[in-house]
């Protein structure tokens, strides 16, 4: 479903779920995350849920569950400060990121809709080796004529040099 007009990046509290008809590939970002070739091809197979809650406008939880899949569940916790916070993510080990808003202009690319005063999210997450490591931008756009939430992800690998750029696309699917 697509996104209704009070869902903003300073309201974006509620279900969402992958929209994987619309949404680039996810597998060769795991490849060049380095998980191993039995859990990409199981993470391919399943569906992805989002579950957002927004204590203020610069706090932002997000639940990731994948469904008909052991995949454990993956929690982001993103303050938008730009300051670098440490995590624990289940299938990565130990992270760290930050965030913050910034002139949808400033995003590589995106045809990011005008709203929440013209701002969207940057939030970069990455290995504290510097394995690897990517920088997001979430917003709104409409694809297929419809308003939807996406996440355009921009991945390096470190190692390898390996870059690669994926749109991923949600449905709203309620409060």
Known sequence: MAAPPRKTLHNIAGRWTLNKDLSDPFEP???LQGVNGFIRKLASHTSVHLNITQPTPNEIHLQQTATGASIPAVTEDWILDWQWRDGKDPLFGDMTGRARWIKKE???EGDWEDCDDGL???????KPDDEWGGTHYWGFEYVGGERRY?????MVNNKTTEKMNVRMVYNFDGE
């Open 29 to 31: 970002v795991l490849k």
């Open 120 to 126: 969207i999210m940057q939030a970069e997450g990455k």
């Open 106 to 108: 400033e995003a590589p």
């Open 150 to 154: 996406t996440r355009r992800i921009y």
